[in-house]
């Protein structure tokens, strides 16, 4: 595998279900961000981990939980979500912005329902 | 407040040059990025200005003037496959965050 995976990469859940969004990066990266994607908005930004460590909580709500076990791995824990949360969620990696070019390589994403 | 305008949608001509247009207001600026997603897709890099004046990278250019807080994707020899959605992007400050705009779709024609 190469660049950023994510799985799975379709999901349909009720309000009540709990479930996760898995991102890998493969890239040797040490930030990994979470984005929301809706039609026709901005990306909303909603978490960033740096080396493992959080540094960024856009006002996420709490039934968004975040974990980063190490670098390469990062997830989205769900639970108790509301239809307007239904969105293609984004993982996407990046190496150290200081080095001039600045990029973030995306994941396919996960395209998710709540129903 | 940050924001980022750009066109909802943009319509050209296969082999024609177009124009995708960026006007920010950040309270700082690092450098102005390019995305490309496709549908169904996820957003691929396309470029990142940092200085003012134009970056050429095949068809693609994009341009930036930090004094009009303004940057511009050219698009050259334009071919079906570039049928998709263009983001751009602020770093504005020396942290890891980017601020988007809300993207502009850009249809080709025959």
């Known amino acids: 595998e190469t660049g950023v995976t994510q799985t799975p990469r379709h999901l349909v859940m009720g309000m009540t279900n709990k479930k996760s969004l898995k991102c890998e990066q493969h890239l040797g990266h040490n930030a990994m961000y979470w984005y929301k994607q809706s039609a026709k908005k901005p990306l909303e930004l909603m978490f960033v981990y740096n080396f493992k460590e959080q540094t960024e909580n856009n006002s996420v709500p709490s039934r968004f939980s975040p974990e980063c076990p190490n670098s390469s791995h990062l997830f989205l824990h769900l639970h108790t979500l509301q239809p307007e949360d239904s969105a293609l969620y984004l993982c996407?990696?990046?190496?150290?912005?200081?080095?001039?070019?600045?990029?973030?390589?995306f994941g396919p994403g996960t395209r998710l329902t709540v129903t | 407040g940050q924001s980022l305008e750009q066109p909802s949608e943009v319509t050209a001509v296969e082999g024609a040059i177009v124009q995708i247009n960026c006007t920010y207001q950040?309270?700082?600026?690092?450098?102005l990025s390019w995305y490309q997603q496709h549908d169904g897709g996820a957003p691929t890099f396309l470029s990142y200005?940092?200085l003012d004046g134009l970056e050429e990278t095949g068809r693609f250019s994009s341009f930036l003037s930090r004094s009009d807080s303004y940057g511009y994707l050219l698009l050259q020899e334009l071919q079906m496959k570039d049928s998709a959605s263009y983001f751009c992007?602020?770093?504005?400050?020396?942290?890891?965050?980017?601020?988007w705009g809300a993207g502009t779709k850009l249809i080709i024609k025959p």
């Open positions: 996407a990696s990046s190496q150290d912005p200081s080095g001039g070019v600045y990029e973030q390589y």
């Open positions: 950040t309270s700082g600026f690092y450098g």
């Open positions: 200005n940092a």
């Open positions: 992007a602020v770093r504005e400050d020396s942290n890891y965050q980017l601020i």
